[in-house]
């Protein structure tokens, strides 16, 4: 046992030194598109004409229901070999993991805006605000808050999900710990490797719950509108948990719209 946390002891300092960058860097980058392409999604999904719904279901069903591990495989090894341009390995880390997570994201966001009480939008078209004035006053400061739980979620499983960016040659945290193996042993790497996982986890977890208080209290929302925006979070990301399998890798087929889309975008649309 002394042997063992001196083990671990030895090999937290060095993923530290040679993994952690790698890792926050595909995380940072990764969440940053994630978010992004969530929003421009989930907007398009819930207030875009037909033909924008179309193309925005078409993408997000795509990354959805494609492995995360194919993805980044096409984009470091086929995208250079078709067009010559070559992303490197941490750009196509982190463009696949924000294109990956970024379609389960647009399902938060339009549940979270199909969560805005009818009353509100109906109140603002009857205002004539215009569409951005109403969305930036009076619908998005709820939807945020709303949403904020999921971005939890999603953002925590992100984490997990960086452990694969190795496979296209990116040395990251799960890289440096298989290197760690060989000189170390089985239970100190990775028993150090999880113990940073959990960290950095642990930390955005905190941020985003931070985050989330920060909104509701503001906004003073009710406990039921929390409860129905929790169990759409909780929906959009079971087909993320179901498809990630042991390596928290997202990329199953997920909800298709449902009857509230069409209420929420009827109150929405002015």
Known sequence: MIDLLADIGEVLPRLVREGLLATLTAFGGGAVLTVLLAVLLGLALHQGPAWMRGIARVIVELFRGTSLVVQLFFLFYVIPTLTGFDLGSTGAAILGLGLNYGAYGAEIVRGSLNAVPKVQWESSTALSMPWLTKMRRVIWPQAWALMLPGFNNLLVMLVKGTAVVSLVLVADLTFEADRARRLYGTWPAYLAVLILYFLIALAVSLVLRRMERHAQQRLGLRDSQLAQAKKDAAQAMAGAA?????????????????????????????
């Open 242 to 270: 179901a498809a990630g399998g042991s390596m928290g890798v997202a990329g199953g087929v997920g909800s298709t719209p449902g009857p509230d889309d069409d209420v929420g975008r009827k109150g929405g649309s002015s």
